[in-house]
Nanobody
Framework: QKQLVESGGGLVQPGGSMRLSCVASGFTLDYYAMGWFRQAPGKEREGVSCINSRAGTHYGDAVKGRFTISRDNARNTVYLQMNSLKVEDTGVYYC???????????????????WGPGTQVTVSS
């Protein structure tokens, strides 16, 4: 059974940095495109970033130039490095396996995707 566990969330000041990790168990990440989504209170869930099996990456417009996704297949882990954080980056961040990784974030999710429980990121002074 695929399981994903996110970590690294918490409270950070605007302009700060944070790195999220997502460890997979029950399967190997090597062959899967992985993604990060987020959902802020009262807002729709949105795609943040994805990385395919060949380490090609895509980003949502709101985070381009500030966030970097990476993967370490040996550790079965995906990371999301978040820099220059803004208040509007606040939300629950979810790691997702088996996404459709392309340049259109609204197409990333699909019925075969597996989701982690999420980790809270709060950007506030």
């Amino acid at each position: 059974q695929k399981q994903l566990v996110e970590s690294g969330g918490g409270l950070v000041q605007p302009g700060g940095s944070m790195r999220l990790s997502c460890v997979a168990s029950g399967f190997t990440l090597d062959y899967y495109a992985m993604g990060w989504f987020r959902q802020a209170p009262g807002k729709e869930r949105e795609g943040v970033s994805c990385i395919n099996s060949r380490a090609g990456t895509h980003y949502g417009d709101a985070v381009k130039g500030r966030f970097t996704i990476s993967r370490d297949n040996a550790r079965n882990t995906v990371y999301l490095q978040m820099n220059s954080l803004k208040v509007e980056d606040t939300g629950v961040y979810y790691c997702v396996a088996n996404v459709e990784c392309n340049s259109h974030p609204y197409t990333w999710n699909n019925p075969d995707a597996s989701w982690g429980p999420g980790t809270q990121v709060t950007v506030s002074s």
